[in-house]
């Protein structure tokens, strides 16, 4: 096990509206919310049922989540890109649903600009980009704009890739962080994010959770995304396996490594684990 030391130390998170998130001893829990017709493990669930996904969204308060994450642009490998306008028209009422019924931290899962910028509006506080404002910079002057939180998120896709996978998250993240700074996004409204599954093979992705905690230096709250992934699939026998039951595993695992916020489908599992490691990090500080 690696030491509790290698655990994020308190962070506040600076979002929009003048919020803030306490990132820390106690895990962080991101529900995904995808109202998409297409994403790989929900999609087709709540497009265009701004009810139904609401209510989604609030049983995954219920059962712990402290940040909802809606998307309306699957991410998965080969989907079909959406126009801004369809995007948008997926995402903006749920928003707007949800910031009428809960206190929940909302993000918006977009690289867009003009999709950030209408999302905080409609009640958004996050801003979590899989192209870590490396394909619309002007998304990082959103944040800057509106105070919103920012996820800076590696991607392997597009481009040649180093050869050690820490070697070239350093150097992706670090260009997007620069990305941010230089557009007036201050360090307490970054967090960032490894990016499982894009465009990283399984080997890849199970190196990238035992090395986790040498992003360390970069001196920023992570948050990472495995759940349901295919990789963690891959591992299992055939289909026999339980995804929420290995997708919490991974995130012990991460945690253990400096992971402070978890985004998964099914909360229950996720968050029942981290608390056990949580609390066992603690008594390990004391």
């Not at 990016?195 to 709250?221: I, Q, T, V, Y």
Request: aromatic content about 4%; hydrophobic content about 45%; glycine content about 10%.
């Amino acid at each position: 096990m690696m030491s509790p030391a290698c655990v994020t130390t308190d962070r506040t998170w600076r979002l929009a509206h003048s919020r803030t998130l306490h990132l820390g001893p106690k895990s962080t829990i991101m529900g995904i919310l995808n109202v998409t017709p297409d994403s790989f493990s929900d999609g087709g669930r709540f497009d265009g049922d701004v009810e139904r996904a609401v209510d989604a969204a609030l049983a995954m308060v219920e059962d712990g989540a402290e940040i909802i994450d809606i998307g309306g642009e699957s991410t998965r490998p080969g989907a079909e890109p959406v126009e801004a306008s369809e995007e948008q028209r997926r995402v903006l009422p749920v928003i707007e649903a949800l910031r009428a019924r809960s206190k929940v931290a909302i993000s918006i899962d977009t690289y867009r600009a003009e999709t950030a910028s209408l999302a905080v509006e409609a009640g958004a506080s996050i801003v979590n980009d899989v192209w870590g404002a490396q394909r619309e910079p002007d998304l990082a002057r959103v944040a800057a704009r509106t105070g919103a939180g920012l996820c800076l998120m590696h991607t392997g896709r597009e481009r040649q890739k180093r050869t050690d996978v820490i070697a070239d998250q350093i150097a992706f993240l670090t260009r997007s962080i620069e990305i941010a700074r230089a557009a007036g996004v201050a360090d307490e409204q970054i967090v960032i994010d490894p990016g499982f599954g894009f465009a990283k093979d399984a080997g890849e992705n199970l190196e990238l959770m035992m090395r986790l905690g040498e992003l360390a230096p970069l001196g920023f709250p992570i948050l990472v995304g495995t759940s349901r992934k295919r990789f963690v699939r891959g591992v299992l026998d055939g289909d026999e396996g339980d995804l929420d039951i290995a997708t919490a595993a991974t995130s012990v695992l991460m945690r253990e490594r400096g992971a402070s916020i978890f985004r998964v489908h099914a909360i229950a599992p996720t968050r029942d684990a981290l608390a056990v490691v949580d609390a066992a990090l603690a008594r390990g500080r004391r």
